[in-house]
């Protein structure tokens, strides 16, 4: 289960980031994870009440965005939206796509008090 690690970087990161005697503990961190990262969310979830005990961020929020995979087509020579790597163009039908995003996973914010 490597969402058991990618939650261990972001307490990394979130430690990092809340060290500041002035943050008391993390409330809420909102995570951007792209539709081909290979995360299954149910499994980083529960990873992540885990994970963060006894850190400033126990008990925070873990808000999953979701973010769509792109690429782009070489016939409409578009950047369009795709639900699987080996779709097709969903503009043209063209078969010929460059997938560009969507593999992504990043900590987008997160709040302190």
């Known amino acids: 289960m490597h969402e ?4 261990e970087g972001i307490r990394r990161i979130v430690e990092q980031a809340s ?8 409330t809420r961190v909102r995570v951007e994870i792209g539709q081909f990262a290979g995360v299954e969310k ?8 885990v994970v963060m ?3 400033k961020a126990e008990g925070a929020v873990l808000e ?3 973010l769509p995979g792109t690429a782009t087509c070489f016939d409409c020579v578009k950047t369009v939206e795709i639900m699987d790597r080996l779709d097709p163009c969903p503009d043209c039908g063209g078969g010929r796509l460059l997938p ?3 593999d992504e996973m990043r900590i987008k914010d997160m709040e302190v008090a």
């Open 100 to 102: 560009e995003g969507g």
């Open 4 to 7: 058991m690690s990618l939650c």
């Open 42 to 49: 149910k499994a980083l979830s529960f990873a992540w009440d």
């Open 19 to 26: 060290a500041s005697d002035d943050i008391a503990r993390v």
């Open 64 to 66: 999953m965005i979701d």
């Open 53 to 55: 005990r006894g850190s």
